[in-house]
């Protein structure tokens, strides 16, 4: 019993860190959009639990769009920046920085930056 009692304890001690919509966008598109957004986009996040989200809304072309504030190395916020999510393909992704098309990893990852700008351009404006 008193070890049930001490985990709990160190439980509700523990800071609780969530991903958060930081602006009330959320209620433009529903609590539960907003979770399976959060819950999509966070999956290629390093620490998604740290990220903060802002404009949400739906896309022209059916995409939710918004802005994702997520950490560097360090744990500091670096600013936010335009993601797009298909709920329906299960694909979402942060648009990437230049440097990151000049120089993907990967083929596949090319292709990846490639399918977030053709997202971004249908469905988020400027």
């Known amino acids: 019993m008193r070890a049930v009692v001490l985990a ?4 509700a ?7 958060t919509v930081i602006d009330g966008s959320d209620a433009t598109i529903g609590a539960e959009m907003s979770a399976s957004v959060m819950a999509l986009v966070g999956r290629g996040l390093k620490s998604p639990a740290e990220a903060r989200y802002g404009r949400l809304r739906r896309g022209k072309a059916d995409a939710i769009c918004g802005e994702v504030d997520v950490t560097n190395r360090m744990g500091a916020h670096v600013g936010p920046r ?7 393909s299960g694909f979402a992704g942060i648009l990437p920085d230049a440097a990151e098309i000049r120089h993907p990893s990967s083929m596949a990852q090319y292709q990846g930056f490639q399918r977030i ?8 404006d400027g």
Do not use: I, K, R, S
């Open 117 to 124: 700008l053709a997202l971004l351009a249908a469905n988020c």
């Open 13 to 19: 001690a523990a800071p609780a860190t969530a991903q």
């Open 82 to 88: 335009p993601f797009v999510a298909d709920t329906g």
């Open 8 to 11: 709990v304890a160190l439980l």
